[in-house]
């Protein structure tokens, strides 16, 4: 219930609120109106997302992106582990682009060897596959520009919002305002829940392994034209008819994904 209300602040957020207040809101802005901007949406959120959100108000005051499980547990990291392997300021200086040396903070044997132990711990939290956590992070951060997760990892913050999530973004968020209104959001913890609702034009899964029932349920709560967005460890899963694997948009955005957990994305379509 309070994950489906957060859907639902968000929302309200993006068709009410300009891209500050937003970034405000959510705790990646200045520190201060955070639970105003709370109750100036509540009136529009649905009675369901008002009696969750409403004994987190002090949750909303220091910043809704610092709350969730994951993000909890990368903060005693950042707080606790990583001053004895990382020099912040040299870490902090590397992603914003002001340092000239280049993977530096992160080329040290302990970095290398503790990363092994918390990696795997973070991808579980994720429900991602551990094996390969390390790794993935290690190529991330061997990147040119350091993708955006793993700046919000070492250094709990985004240099760059605009780089960052795309409807964070003040031309994502310009797409984004006047076509909020118009999208249903359903938060299901099972996807069998959604094949008995109305038809979806999106599905957006976990990184928990699809069964076949599921499978199954996915191709029933698709609407003709729907498509779904899942991550695998290895290849996709076996999709039943009508479902296709959209091949070159799942190359597309494993292209680009900058996520920290291991994972290959795919996306499928119904036909129609």
Do not use: C, N
């Amino acid at each position: 219930p309070v994950a489906a209300a957060v859907v639902e602040l968000k929302r309200a957020a993006a068709r009410e609120l300009p891209i500050q207040s937003v970034r405000s809101l959510l705790g990646l802005g200045h520190f201060g109106r955070r639970v105003w901007f709370y109750h100036y949406l509540r009136p529009g959120l649905p009675e369901s997302a008002q009696r969750a959100l409403d004994p987190y108000e002090g949750a909303i005051r220091s910043g809704l992106f610092d709350h969730g499980a994951l993000e909890r547990e990368m903060a005693v990291l950042r707080e606790r582990v990583f001053p004895l392997l990382l020099d912040r300021a040299a870490a902090a200086a590397f992603f914003t682009g002001t340092s000239g040396m280049p993977r530096g903070p992160f080329a040290g044997v302990r970095w290398r060897a503790s990363a092994q132990l918390w990696a795997p711990r973070l991808a579980r939290l994720a429900g991602a596959p551990s094996e390969g956590a390390a790794a993935r992070l290690a190529g991330l951060l061997a990147r040119t520009r350091p993708g955006f997760a793993a700046a919000w990892l070492t250094t709990g913050a985004w240099p760059d919002l605009d780089g960052a999530h795309p409807w964070l973004s003040a031309a994502g968020h310009a797409a984004l305002k006047p076509r909020v209104a118009h999208l249903r959001v359903a938060v299901e913890a099972r996807l069998t829940a959604l094949a008995v609702r109305e038809g979806y034009d999106l599905v957006i899964l976990g990184r928990a392994p699809v069964s076949s029932a599921e499978a199954t349920a996915l191709a029933t709560a698709l609407r003709p034209g729907g498509a779904a967005l899942g991550w695998s460890a290895g290849e996709p899963p076996s999709l039943p008819h009508p479902l296709r694997l959209d091949a070159r948009a799942s190359a597309d955005l494993s292209a680009v994904d900058q996520g920290i957990f291991p994972g290959t994305p795919w996306i499928a379509r119904r036909p129609g």
